[in-house]
């Protein structure tokens, strides 16, 4: 899991926030990372946005809503294999549908 220290947090709001979710959209080619979707598509927090308040581009990537549903129920399982390259690794747990 990557460090954050706890000053500097950024957590933003309106138009910074919308600038941000284009950013990563861009820097992941408008597609879920994990199904390769380009409609529906919304920004994912590696470290939850509620915990530790940190919007980067560093902490975020694209998941389609659907994707981005099944990590939020533990369907899916998303970790970074390397942030400069935003490479993910991805696993679903046994007996679940893909």
């Not at 959209?25 to 409609?39: I, K, W, Y």
Request: positive net charge; hydrophobic residues 40%; aromatic residues 6%.
């Amino acid at each position: 899991m990557l460090a954050f220290p706890k000053q500097g947090r950024i957590k933003l709001k309106g138009q910074a926030y919308t600038n941000l979710k284009q950013r990563v959209f861009a820097l992941d080619r408008a597609r879920c990372r994990v199904c390769g979707r380009t409609e529906n598509l919304s920004l994912h927090h590696m470290v939850k946005r509620s915990t530790l308040r940190i919007d980067t581009v560093h902490n975020c990537l694209t998941l389609c809503i659907l994707c981005n549903q099944a990590e939020k129920e533990r369907k899916l399982f998303v970790k970074w294999v390397d942030v400069q390259t935003r490479t993910i690794a991805f696993s679903r747990p046994l007996g679940t549908v893909p």
